[in-house]
């Protein structure tokens, strides 16, 4: 089959995958919190971005290349961390890590992923990244990172934009608990999503396996947390501080939305800042990310990820013609894989590769270091927040 005339579009396996998932499974995945008005934001600032197209100048030999913390990527993009991955796919988190080694993109392990750091230690490649949600217990923290340098994960990134947890009412609605309860609702859910069943009965209903060492008891939590809340803290920089001289790699920090943070951030360390609103899964108020990074960019000499609300290579353009260096997606690989599988990862890089091409023969661009001015009215939009 031809994936591109089927599934020519992330909007394309978003549909199939819906389609393909228990409905509590796809609540988990595609939902914001709180009225998600964040998580539309994200899409409507980025449909603001654009650029005014080229004529006129002949054949483009076109390179997607770029250079981000000492490594050559054929694409300006990777894979985010995605905790429970294993809950939207059966063996989510090796599938990811393989098509990402493949591709030679960078794939982000998350602390609340469904499998381990060691699990996937035959399968990350060279460009493995580790998302840590911060332990307090300095022990278990010391071990987390000893466990991911172990297992081959290079570059440290720490989330700092969950200092508790979100809502999430569609999820409550669901139905869905951390772990998964298999109540009488959704056992009907499962039984009429017969791939998906007969995959998880394979591989068996996911845990956080990062996690299995240091705890034995979530009682205590609330729906929409999960065991890593008994062992997190809300970060401050002395946290920032001892995380930069333990760790030997590039380390950056995820979840930065203001400029004064990027700030203090260069001057503490890190090696490169992540934007990111997590998604619109956080917090309802947030500008879109796409709205604050001009101004960090004009903050600091840091390398920037941008993430949120990205679903095409003309995103990713739109993200780098703005101030990132590179771009991570979550959601999309995961409409890949709950529409194709195996096959849906890989599928996913190709449409962004394809679109971004597409695209950069419209402006003219042969090249991302030569990306336009963008026409924009992002800025006023945070200053009317």
Known sequence: MDLHSTF???????RRGRRRVPHFVWEYLDSGTGSEVTLRRNRTALDRVTFLPSILHGPIEFDTGTRFLGHDYPLPF???????????????????ARAAAEAGLPYTLSTVASQSPEDLATDIGQNAWFQLYPPKDPEIRADLLNRARSAGFSTLVLTV?????????RQVRSGLTHPPKLTPRLLAQIIRRPIWALGMAQTGMPRMRTLDKYIDDNSALSPTAHVGYLLRTSPDMEYVNWLRDAWHGPFIVKGVMRAEDADRLQRAGVDAIWVSNHGGRQFDGAPASIEVLRAIRASTTLPLIFDSGVESGLDILRAMALGANFVMLGRGFLYGLSALGARGPAHVIDILCQDMIANMGQMGLPNLQKIPSAITNVDAAVQRV
Not at 8 to 13: E, M, N
Not at 161 to 169: C, G, L, Q, T
């Open 8 to 14: 020519p579009g992330l909007a394309d396996l978003k």
């Open 78 to 96: 990777g894979i985010a961390p995605i905790g429970m991955s294993g809950l939207i796919w059966p063996d989510a988190e090796r599938l990811l």
């Open 161 to 169: 934009d969950v200092p508790v947890a979100s809502r999430r009412e």
